[in-house]
């Protein structure tokens, strides 16, 4: 298991006002786990984006079908980690973002991921189709970015400086977009220009 903790001035549960260091060190807002270290890689653009907004998280290895019982242990450790959200990865059959729904209260975001066969498709449909009294979050597959911005939205109820961040990741969006746009249009502008001279040296007297 490894942790991954911001330092104390700028953490969310810092910002609570709560001044136990005991309670601060073991606090992980949100966990991300797949059921293999191969798994667990592809959701590396959820550690970005938690590193990004400076939310403490851990990673882990949670097997639902390999390990059971690792699997139940977990989830009892949920309490006394101070875990609000778990953005959980599954390939195949994908039962452990629903296991873990089924365990637990806390917010579940699943990330449906590509594995051998059928292209994620198998993967989406099992965290998708849940049954009725057990949802979890089902994002795109292989969107582990998303499942990290979604759970920061969750966050930000509760911690109302997450909310500015997610202000400021929209307003990089719009300007991404600003030049992008921005950029297609000189590139227009270049090509008519280009073809003008050339209208005009093929039909000049």
Avoid: W
């Amino acid at each position: 298991m490894r942790q991954h903790h911001i330092e104390k001035k700028e953490s969310l549960a810092f910002s609570q006002n709560d001044s136990s260091d005991k309670k601060e060190k073991s606090t992980t807002l949100v966990y991300v786990v797949a059921p293999s270290l191969k798994l667990l890689d592809k959701m590396r653009d959820a550690v970005t984006v938690l590193n990004t907004f400076q939310v403490p998280y851990s990673m882990s290895i949670v097997a639902a079908h390999r390990a059971p019982k690792k699997t139940l242990k977990f989830v009892s450790d949920l309490e006394t980690n101070g875990t609000e959200v778990i953005i959980a990865g599954g390939a195949g059959s994908a039962h452990l973002p629903g296991m873990l729904a089924s365990l637990t209260t806390t917010t579940i975001i699943g990330v449906p991921l590509r594995g051998d066969s059928l292209d994620g498709i198998d993967s989406l449909y099992s965290i998708v189709q849940m049954p009725r009294g057990v949802p979890v979050g089902a994002m795109g597959i292989d969107s582990a970015y998303n499942a990290a911005i979604f759970a920061c939205q969750i966050l930000s109820l509760k911690y109302p400086h997450l909310k500015q961040k997610l202000v400021e990741h929209k307003q990089i969006l719009e300007k991404e977009v600003a030049a992008e746009d921005a950029q297609l249009n000189n590139g227009n502008n270049n090509n008519k220009n280009k073809q003008k001279g050339n209208f005009s040296e093929r039909y000049s007297i």
